[in-house]
């Protein structure tokens, strides 16, 4: 499959996005505001009353920003970089975002299902043909495209190393990412020198166990916050924010600052 063009069809969206501003110090010069789209699955996603405590890393991502940016997190569960766009859910986005305004994307937990043709992706063809609706959408808008590899899922084999799980996914990603010159965030290999760090039994803490579940994929507070630092630090890097856009970098977050809204308030 070669996707040359953005070859979609608009659909509305099953439930409005969570837009957060974001608050800091007063900058001397005045900067239009702009806004970051987030694009991902569960991971990322905006989490309510009936999932907490799981929480996705864009919940946390504005606890990270400075003022004048402001985060629409689009990530939904259960997507791939298929499903989003035959969902209409990338042409949403598009109808939205203006001229200097952010896209950061991230897919891959769910283009590995193989099993499930409206979500499975080839890495090194369809995963990429799909990625590249996204980074041409954002630039034909004016806005500026931001790629992520997947962050890791909790796997540690005998010896207590932290394992990759996501095959050629975030290879063909970097990949896509230098042909296309676009900006990369290797959160993918990021998180895997974090799980590593913290070990086996500390990651716990940062993933959603519970008393009745045992979630090696989704995130906590704490996790989430900590990935969400990830992200933010590599958007600095990589010089897509100045840093005058970020903030409390290195500063302790307080779980007490995630909330779950209720579902019927989305």
């Given at each position: 499959?070669?996707l ?5 069809t ?7 996005p ?30 309510y009353?009936?999932?907490?405590p799981e ?9 990270f920003?400075?003022k ?5 997190n ?5 997507r791939s ?10 042409d949403?986005?598009?109808g ?7 896209l ?15 979500r499975y ?16 959408g954002a630039?034909?808008?004016g806005a500026?495209p931001?790629l ?6 909790r796997?540690f084999?005998?010896?207590g ?7 050629e996914?975030p290879?063909a990603?970097?990949?896509?990412a ?9 959160i993918?290999a ?8 913290l070990?086996v ?14 979630d090696?994929?989704h ?25 005058r856009?970020?903030?409390r970098?290195d ?5 007490s600052?995630i ?8």
């Amino acid at each position: 499959m070669s996707l040359t063009r953005r070859q979609v069809t608009v659909a509305a969206l099953s439930a409005a996005p969570f837009a957060w501003g974001a608050t800091g110090t007063a900058q001397a010069t005045p900067r239009r505001s702009r806004t970051l789209f987030i694009a991902g699955d569960s991971t990322a996603a905006q989490k309510y009353s009936d999932a907490a405590p799981e929480t996705g890393w864009g919940m946390a991502l504005p606890f990270f920003l400075g003022k004048g940016l402001s985060v629409a997190n689009h990530a939904v569960n259960g997507r791939s970089s298929k499903s989003f766009v035959d969902e209409g859910r990338l042409d949403a986005i598009l109808g939205l975002i203006k001229p200097g305004d952010l896209l950061l994307v991230q897919f891959g937990h769910n283009d590995e299902k193989s099993e499930d043709p409206t979500r499975y992706t080839e890495p090194w063809s369809t995963y990429q043909d799909y990625l590249r609706l996204y980074v041409e959408g954002a630039r034909a808008r004016g806005a500026r495209p931001v790629l992520a590899t997947s962050v890791e899922r909790r796997k540690f084999d005998a010896s207590g190393n932290a394992v990759p799980t996501h095959k050629e996914y975030p290879a063909a990603l970097r990949a896509l990412a230098a042909e296309e010159g676009v900006a990369l965030l290797d959160i993918q290999a990021l998180s895997l020198a974090l799980w590593q760090e913290l070990g086996v039994e500390e990651t716990k803490r940062y993933f959603n166990w519970t008393d009745t579940e045992q979630d090696n994929t989704h995130f906590n507070p704490p996790g989430a916050i900590a990935v969400a630092r990830l992200v933010a630090r590599q958007l600095l890097r990589c010089r897509v924010l100045a840093p005058r856009d970020v903030r409390r970098l290195d500063a302790e977050i307080p779980e007490s600052w995630i909330t779950w809204p209720s579902p019927a308030t989305a």
